[in-house]
């Protein structure tokens, strides 16, 4: 019985900051690569970011550096730090984990949160 869920997402206006949590259970958490992508209506799912199992590799979509992903598997959680958030950046999240090494493929993860809903306003 594999969770994860994810939670912080909300309303906030352009240029704001928010903070994703994914709490994981079921799993060997510090085992897995964890990932964060979105999907927006009528569009595809698209990578975000992901981090490796111990932490120390982090790998992003684009280089403008506004969202930080980091990991405490004392705590089995992963976060994505979000800033200067514009419209858009409006999409579900998703959290999913993935034994073993990163991939930017949703495909290739073995186990999905139920998304949070992030809405940047105009």
């Known amino acids: 019985q594999v969770q994860l869920v994810e939670s912080g997402g909300g309303l906030v206006q352009t240029g704001g900051s928010l903070r994703l949590s994914c709490a994981a259970s079921g799993l060997t958490f510090r085992l897995y690569s964890m990932g964060w992508f979105r999907q927006a209506p009528g569009k595809e799912r698209e990578f975000v970011a992901a981090i490796s199992q111990s932490g120390g590799t982090p790998y992003y979509a684009d280089s403008k550096g506004r969202f930080t992903i980091s990991r405490d598997n004392a705590k089995n959680t992963v976060y994505l730090q979000m800033i200067s958030l514009n419209p858009e950046d409006t999409a579900v999240y998703y959290c999913?984990?993935?034994?073993?090494?990163?991939?930017?493929?949703?495909?290739?993860?073995?186990?999905w949160g139920q998304g949070t809903q992030v809405t940047v306003s105009s």
């Open positions: 999913a984990a993935k034994e073993f090494y990163y991939s930017r493929s949703s495909g290739a993860y073995e186990y």
